[in-house]
């Protein structure tokens, strides 16, 4: 006899929950390969991304989500807790990413936009780092009385053998019905977004402390001959002295800028990349509608 068709598994599972908890870094595990960007700063994620795993049957379809912004309220914060907001209304599972054995404000704000209706895992990430483990078992208890929470998972999304058990449970909660994306796509974002958002990663991480939220990048040009592609892109600032943040002593900063991001772009792709950038001022675009929409944000 032959093997019965299999019926296909595939769903949303939304990622959530307040800025650096390793919502990104977790996507990332998740599906495989590095889609979306991370760093110790706050505001790295500000865009909806869609990361995509194919496995046997089933396609899970992960959501990563900007953090909830309560620190400042400006156009680009309210525009970005839209985009969570509006993530969540539509997907099959939320994992809900909490540091394991801490609970503050701010992971309170996040929990209360949740929906009732729909099944949320609590993500306790970070395990690594909690030393005394048998703290872990009341906090995890005084977790239960927040939230009906549909699942309670201790992990560490450095630990592979913990995403693999993670991606085993998030699962169940899949719905039978064909897949949405081709078994090989990795994201819903095109390569031009994707190179906006490395170069943007390395200026998060390569930049002191003060530059970050006031920053954007905007790809200006991106072509591609064969396995060559040439992009050019605009590294966008508050204020003149950003500038010369951003430039570096006789250009050293944004040459390593350039360079670490092109190398990731050539890891990604598996191709040769030119990546031409450029710096500007253009004051007040964090909270100008208008220019937000021009840079890409929702
Ligand atoms: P997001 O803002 O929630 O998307 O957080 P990111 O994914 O950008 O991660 C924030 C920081 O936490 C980064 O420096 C990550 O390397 C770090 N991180 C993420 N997951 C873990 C983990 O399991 N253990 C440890 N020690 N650090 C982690
Ligand atoms: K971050
Ligand atoms: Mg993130």
Known sequence: AGALPTATRCGYIAIV???NVGKSTLLNALVGAKISITSRKAQTTRHRIHGIRTEGATQYI?????????RHDNAL?????????????????????VEAGRFDLADAKVLALLPSNVPVLLVANKLDRVHRRAELAPWLRSMQDRHPFAEFFPMSARQARDVQRLLALCERYL????????ADDLTDRSERFLAGELVREKLFRLTGDELPYGATVVVDRFEQEGQLRRIAATIIVERDS??????????????????????????????????ELWVKVRSGWADDEAKLRAYGYE
């Open 17 to 19: 929950g307040k800025p």
């Open 62 to 70: 992960f959501v990563d989500t900007p953090g909830f912004q309560t």
């Open 77 to 97: 914060n309210r525009a970005l807790n839209r985009t969570v907001v509006a993530t969540l209304a539509d997907v099959d599972v939320v994992l809900f990413v």
């Open 175 to 182: 719905p039978q019905q064909p897949w949405l994306y081709e």
């Open 242 to 275: 950003h500038k010369g943040m951003v430039i570096g002593e006789g250009g050293e900063r944004l040459k390593r800028i350039g360079t670490e991001a092109r190398q990731e772009m050539e890891r990604l792709w598996g191709g040769k990349v030119f990546l």
